[in-house]
């Protein structure tokens, strides 16, 4: 069975600081993980995804999440938030791609 | 870049009434998803539908949800008797197969029953 816990449902950082969104996964299969992003009244969007490549993985707007089997873990980073980074974050796990286990959801929220 | 497109974004229908939710999939695209997510809760699976039939469905897809593929281009989810428990907001997605590639969610519609 697959499963995801996404540690904080609400973070807050300052513009400038560094981004931490923490997800832990649960999966019986080696796991291909996602990370997507919800802005207020929009779909979900692709940020990231791991899928048995490198263990470091980069994605758009400057986002990257670190695949650490020893830790069941695919925290995503982001070095210095934008004020545009406010949004839902969400993590996601998938043995076959024909259907995502999602997280609970991050709320980021980016202060002046 | 191609999008899933889902209309309506929202609709409000009364408790009991039937409900199409619709949704426009990328053209090349061969499998077809629902999710859905409760106001506060989880993103859930519903259904996946491939070659014009249900590949898997969750526990959540009861005799009151259905699925179907009209015509080439739409794909919907029907509710045959809302209850105030299926207000959500739910999701189309659609991939070219069963890889990593171009699995693409839409925007979502968001139903309210009263």
């Known amino acids: 069975a697959q499963s995801v816990t996404q540690l904080g449902s609400h973070v807050s950082v300052s513009e400038g600081a560094l981004v931490l969104l923490r997800c832990n996964y649960s999966?019986?299969?080696?796991?291909?993980l996602f990370w997507y992003v919800q802005y207020p009244n929009q779909g979900l969007q692709l940020l990231l995804k791991?899928?048995?490549?490198?263990?470091l993985v980069k994605g758009i707007n400057g986002f990257e999440a670190e695949f650490k089997k020893s830790e069941t873990s695919f925290h995503l980073t982001k070095p210095s938030a934008h004020m545009s980074d406010a949004a839902e974050y969400f993590c996601?796990?998938?043995?076959?791609?024909?259907?995502?286990?999602f997280g609970s959801g991050t709320k980021l929220n980016v202060k002046p | 870049e191609p999008e899933v497109t889902q209309t309506p974004s929202h609709q409000v229908t009364q408790m009991g009434q039937e409900v199409i939710l619709r949704c426009v999939p990328i053209?090349?695209?061969?499998?077809f998803y629902w999710y859905r997510q409760i106001l506060g809760q989880k993103v859930e699976f519903l259904v996946s539908?491939?070659?014009?039939?249900?590949?898997?469905k969750s526990e959540i897809f009861d005799d009151q949800f259905s699925v179907e593929r009209p015509d080439g281009s739409n794909f919907t989810l029907k509710i045959r008797s809302t209850k105030l428990e299926d207000s959500a907001m739910y999701f189309c997605?659609?991939?070219?197969?069963?890889?990593?590639?171009?699995?693409?969610f839409g925007s979502g519609t968001r139903l309210t029953v009263v």
């Open positions: 997605a659609s991939s070219v197969g069963q890889g990593s590639y171009g699995y693409t």
């Open positions: 999966s019986s299969v080696p796991p291909y």
């Open positions: 791991y899928t048995s490549a490198a263990t």
């Open positions: 996601a796990v998938s043995d076959n791609f024909n259907k995502f286990y």
């Open positions: 053209s090349n695209h061969l499998y």
């Open positions: 539908f491939y070659n014009n039939e249900i590949s898997e």
